[in-house]
């Protein structure tokens, strides 16, 4: 197939690129690297450097195809921002969603897979989370990506758009060549900031609350290898009919906890990770944990990674050789 690839040069964007040409698929990449890197895309893949604002840019850009699929990842993501700017969000992440599907329609393309986010959800009222569990998002992040939901539905039913909306859990890891991983400026993820310690770029990790309701106290997280959401991306891509919308949640269906992801990273690393408790970080439900079966059963996905270490281990080996990120 020929995919149009938006935000490709971000992180999980950048995995999915190189695990589509890997399959075979040609790739067009269209990011306007405010928070993606140009190096994150491999050199034999077309890039197109444009905003999702720019509408002109964008529509020429996908009239250049034909192309058979958009993958739709270029969005802002961080919920705290998303707390004090939320028009910031819905701006991009709604607005110019909205302008992607109305040059799709213009453009005739009519296949979409969407980075959803558990973040659609809120505080579940049961874990772990299947696709019927009530979305009741908590932040403006995940308001904005459940609205895209629904616009995703109604577009299906009415101008026959295909397309699949994967709700990702914690996106983690890097590729395991070591060749492209993960690079936020700033960074506030729990893996890289903990390797970041191990690496002595930082003097201790803070632990955002160690009184939750959870066995150790700290919160709980089901880190899916960014890989093997790469792999979700094209079954559902392949998967995909015109006039339909499905919804899958991609994790490993295992939590675990800040204080394991910590131990687990002074093993892989062999380096003492010295961490502190801090207050709790506003917004963050104490467990947010997939049941992954959906996808499983109806794409035949299977994740790769299925213990924390490993996926540890593989970010390991990419800030180990790479400090500074994409930067030399
Ligand atoms: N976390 C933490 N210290 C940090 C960063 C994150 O304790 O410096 C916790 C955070 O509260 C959450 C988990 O680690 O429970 C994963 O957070 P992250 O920001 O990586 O992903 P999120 O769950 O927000 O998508």
């Known amino acids: 197939m020929r995919v149009f690839v938006t935000g490709g040069a971000g992180y999980v964007g950048s995995h999915c690129v190189k695990h589509l040409v890997a399959h075979g698929h040609e790739v067009v990449v269209y990011d306007n690297l405010v928070y993606g890197h140009r190096a994150a895309v ?76 558990c973040a659609t959800y809120g505080v579940p009222d049961r874990v772990p989370i299947t696709e019927f569990t009530t979305q009741n998002p908590i932040n403006p992040y995940g308001r904005s990506k459940l609205m895209v939901e629904w616009m995703l539905q109604d577009s299906a039913r009415a101008w026959g758009l295909g397309a699949c909306a994967l709700r990702y859990f914690n996106a983690s890891g890097a590729a395991a060549d070591g060749s492209i991983g993960e690079d936020h400026k700033p960074e506030t993820h729990l893996i890289p900031i903990v390797l970041q310690v191990a690496l002595g770029q930082r003097p201790h990790v803070g632990v955002f609350g160690t009184d939750y309701d959870t066995p150790d106290g700290t919160c709980v997280r089901d880190y899916i290898h960014v890989d093997d959401l790469a792999s979700a991306h094209r079954l559902a891509i392949e998967a995909i009919r015109p006039g339909e919308a499905r919804f899958y949640n991609v994790g490993t269906g295992k939590g675990n906890s800040v204080k394991e992801v910590i131990d687990a990273a002074a093993r892989v690393t062999g380096r003492t990770i010295p961490s502190d408790p801090n207050p709790r970080r506003p917004g963050d439900p104490p467990v947010l944990v997939a049941d992954g079966d959906k996808i499983r059963r109806e794409l035949g996905w299977q994740p790769a990674y299925t213990d924390i270490e490993q996926t540890i281990a593989s970010a390991w080996r990419w800030h180990e050789a790479h400090p500074n990120g994409y930067e030399a």
Do not use: Q
């Open 42 to 117: 491999p050199g034999n893949v077309r890039f197109v450097k444009g905003d999702l604002g720019d509408a002109p840019t964008l529509r020429a850009a996908l009239t250049t195809g034909p192309f058979d699929a958009v993958m739709h990842f270029a969005a802002f993501a961080y919920v705290g921002e998303s707390v004090t700017e939320p028009l910031k969000y819905y701006r991009n992440n709604v607005a110019n969603t909205l302008g992607l599907l109305e040059a799709m329609h213009v453009v005739g393309v009519r296949r979409l897979v969407f980075s959803s986010t």
